[in-house]
Every structure is written in structure tokens, then in C-alpha cells.
């Protein structure tokens, strides 16, 4: 069975530290990861990876994926207390998106 | 102006109701879906609709039909609503089936049954 499994599932951590969230997975004809940021509302869209080892960056957050161990890693520097969110993962497979239950990533003042 | 739009946001009846939930978006996108989001975050599509046909249909009660009057539209009917229904169900478009680029979610509609 397709899935998709993020860790940990919450992490608190104070303003300014750095920060690494994890997404492995195990699906059927693999074609991308997706990373999402939701807060009280929707999933927000941030990075989609397609090709193992090539770092997508927007600013002081960035992913990688690694194919062959299957997993991504969601990078975020310099944490803000507006990065306080659920980090959602999601991998499509053909015309399925499969979810990761996500990290709640909460940062302190 | 909005991209998605869902109505209600938030939903409360009672066990055995019929309810439905509406979803409109604005982008000219082509493909729409149903989300559900269970107590643990887990988002799980329920169906995904490319120019009003129905492309996506994962395992969901019969109780759920999902209707598609045109491509900017994307309606979910639930019938003889029941406790494991309570959850907040969100919409999505996006311009390709289950596109390269992002999916653009609705606010959500928070349904409790009791």
C-alpha cells in the first residue's frame, strides 16, 4: 500500500534556530513530492521535486529529495514565529496525491 | 477576489442529515477535487473531476456523491450523514490532472456531526 510518512510529528523550537522536517515515502510510480505549509487554513503550496539531489530554495526555507533512499527533508534557517504551522508532504503517484499526516512545527519567542 | 471558494465554512447537523457543500473557483482551472482532513491531519482525496468527468474516485461511502455542473464548479452531496463524517473537507483546483504545479485549496468546510 501507497504511503507516506512524515517525522516528527510536532517539534517546538525557539526563534532563530534551524530546523529539518522529514518525508519518506513508498509509493507506486513515483512522478513527484510536494511540500505544503498550512496554517488555521488552507495547505499552501511550497516546493514540488521531481529530480533527486537538486535543492529547491525560496527564501530561508529549502528541500531535497532523495530518490534512491526515498525521502525529502524540508530545511528552514533563521525560524520566525510566523513559520509556526502544520508542514504537510505529498507524494503523486499517476493521478493520486497520497499525504503525509504532517509536522506541527511550533516556534517559540 | 477569491480563487476557491467552499460554503459553508462551517457545517453542524445532526446524524442521519443530507448536507452539501459547495465549491467554485475562479482560475479557469480545469480539474477540481474533494479532500477529506481527518483529526490527524491526514488529507485524503475523495475525487477529482478534468472538465466535469469524473477522473478520481477513491474508496468513500455511496453517501457521498460528488456533482459537477460545470468546470468551475464542484459540488459534494453527502447523504444519511454519520459520527466518522465529522472532518473538514477541502477543495482544490489545478489548471492539469494532478499538476506538475500547485493545487490551489479552499478555505475548508468544517463539518461536525452529532
Known amino acids: 500500500e501507497d504511503k507516506v510518512v512524515q517525522s516528527p510529528l510536532s517539534l517546538v523550537v525557539h526563534e532563530g534556530d534551524t530546523v529539518t522536517l522529514n518525508c519518506s515515502y513508498e509509493?507506486?510510480?513515483?512522478?513527484?513530492l510536494l511540500w505544503y505549509k498550512q496554517e488555521k487554513k488552507a495547505p499552501t503550496f511550497l516546493f514540488m521535486l521531481?529530480?533527486s539531489g537538486i535543492e529547491k530554495k525560496s527564501g530561508r526555507l529549502s528541500s531535497i529529495l532523495d530518490k534512491k533512499e526515498l525521502f525529502s527533508i524540508l530545511n528552514i534557517t533563521a525560524t520566525q514565529t510566523g513559520d509556526s504551522a502544520v508542514y504537510l508532504c505529498?507524494?503523486?503517484?499517476?493521478?493520486?496525491?497520497?499525504w503525509g499526516a504532517g509536522t506541527k512545527l511550533i516556534i517559540k519567542p | 477576489d477569491t480563487a476557491v471558494s467552499q460554503t459553508p465554512k462551517y457545517l453542524v447537523t445532526q446524524m442521519g442529515n443530507d448536507k452539501s457543500i459547495k465549491c467554485e473557483q475562479n482560475?479557469?482551472?480545469?480539474?477540481m477535487y474533494w479532500y477529506k482532513q481527518d483529526s490527524k491531519k491526514f488529507l485524503k482525496i475523495m475525487f477529482s473531476?478534468?472538465?466535469?468527468?469524473?477522473?478520481i474516485n477513491e474508496t468513500v461511502p455511496n453517501r457521498f456523491s460528488p456533482k459537477s455542473p460545470d468546470k468551475a464548479h464542484l459540488n459534494l452531496h453527502i447523504n444519511s450523514l454519520e459520527l466518522g463524517d465529522s472532518a473538514v473537507y477541502f477543495c482544490?483546483?489545478?489548471?492539469?490532472?494532478?499538476?506538475?504545479?500547485?493545487?490551489?485549496f479552499g478555505p475548508g468546510t468544517r463539518l461536525t456531526v452529532l
Open positions: 521531481t529530480s
Open positions: 509509493v507506486t510510480n513515483f512522478r513527484s
Open positions: 482544490a483546483s489545478s489548471q492539469e490532472i494532478i499538476s506538475f504545479n500547485e493545487q490551489f
Open positions: 505529498a507524494v503523486r503517484a499517476d493521478y493520486q496525491l497520497i
Open positions: 473531476y478534468n472538465n466535469k468527468e469524473l477522473i
Open positions: 482560475l479557469g482551472h480545469d480539474t
